[in-house]
């Protein structure tokens, strides 16, 4: 979101199998910050506008495995 406007929506099939539901939503999480991080670049480099980046997630199995490290 920039102020109170969407900048970016998707709707998309899962490519891969995962084992269970929590590490479908963390693949889902991944794709939602690479693709952010792909338009917070664009907006950098295009105009110089700098804009911070949330992922939001209700799966608590995905924010644990997201929150792992090694």
Same mark, same amino acid.
């Given at each position: 979101? =920039?102020? *109170?406007?969407?900048?970016?929506?998707?709707? *998309?099939? /899962? *490519?891969?199998?995962?084992?269970?539901?929590?590490?479908?939503? @963390? @693949?889902?999480?991944? +794709? &939602? &910050?690479?693709?952010?991080?792909?338009? /917070? *670049?664009? @907006? +950098?480099?295009?105009?110089?506008?700098?804009?911070?980046? +949330? =992922?939001?997630?209700? #799966? #608590?199995?995905?924010?644990?495995?997201?929150?792992? /490290?090694?």
């Amino acid at each position: 979101m =920039v102020g *109170a406007h969407m900048i970016k929506g998707w709707s *998309a099939t /899962q *490519a891969g199998v995962a084992l269970s539901s929590g590490e479908a939503e @963390y @693949y889902g999480v991944v +794709r &939602a &910050a690479g693709l952010g991080l792909g338009q /917070q *670049a664009l @907006y +950098r480099d295009g105009g110089g506008v700098h804009l911070p980046l +949330r =992922v939001w997630t209700d #799966s #608590s199995a995905a924010m644990g495995t997201a929150g792992r /490290q090694g």
